[in-house]
């Protein structure tokens, strides 16, 4: 909101909302633009963070287990195994006894990925 400097008395002495309409209208008082509030500089960095700039350990806050819990890490790996197991046994590349033996050793952490998996199933 803009005030017009020299007109500070008139509107000191606007004490309603109809004296402000007319100075409104009288252009003392007006409605300034909105400022630019530009993102540029936070898109600029976060394409450097992409790049694994500014991640060092100076600029963690939380814990190892806070930024990336080991949980959803072992979720999300045995999600993966369990989905390959099942397109395998539907695929009939194992028979029902090798899913079952090999879905009881992926939740017992024998497998450390996809690959590793993989190669047990194919020796």
Request: a positive charge; proline letters at 3%.
């Amino acid at each position: 909101v803009w005030l017009d400097p020299n007109e500070a008395a008139e509107i000191a002495n606007a004490n309603s909302r109809k004296a402000v309409r007319k100075l409104i209208k009288n252009g003392f008082v007006m409605r300034k633009p909105v400022k630019v509030h530009s993102r540029a500089r936070w898109r600029k960095r976060q394409e450097a963070k992409a790049l694994g700039r500014h991640m060092g350990p100076g600029k963690r806050c939380g814990t190892r287990e806070a930024r990336m819990p080991s949980k959803d890490l072992w979720m999300k790996r045995l999600r993966i195994l369990r989905r390959m197991l099942k397109k395998y046994r539907a695929e009939k590349k194992i028979d029902r006894h090798l899913y079952r033996q090999l879905y009881v050793k992926a939740k017992g952490n024998v497998f450390k990925n996809k690959r590793n998996m993989m190669e047990y199933i194919h020796k």
